[in-house]
């Protein structure tokens, strides 16, 4: 296999783990506490849905603060170095 595809294939896995990681720290840190602090079931439903779209708005803003890094990666290469 040449290294090219070698290497894709090893990031894929790196970003897959980082996901993995990140999603079970959501699960365990802030779904799971939400959850188990109401006892209804629709409070439990509310809980669940307000953490589910603070976790949205998480990823969004990493996504808009990955790609503005990429667009303007140049001025700030040469702002830094």
Not at 12 to 40: K, N
Not at 58 to 68: H, P, R, S
Request: hydrophobic share 60%; no cysteine.
């Amino acid at each position: 296999m040449p290294l090219a595809l070698q290497k894709i294939e090893n990031e894929y896995l790196l970003f897959g783990g980082a996901g993995l990681v990140t999603l079970v720290a959501f699960v365990g840190l802030i779904l799971v506490p939400a959850l188990g602090s109401y006892g209804r079931i629709w409070e439990k439903a509310v809980a669940g849905l307000l953490s589910v779209i603070v976790l949205v708005a998480l990823v969004l803003t990493g996504v808009v603060v990955g790609l503005a890094i990429v667009y303007y990666y140049n001025d700030i290469a040469r702002i830094v170095g």
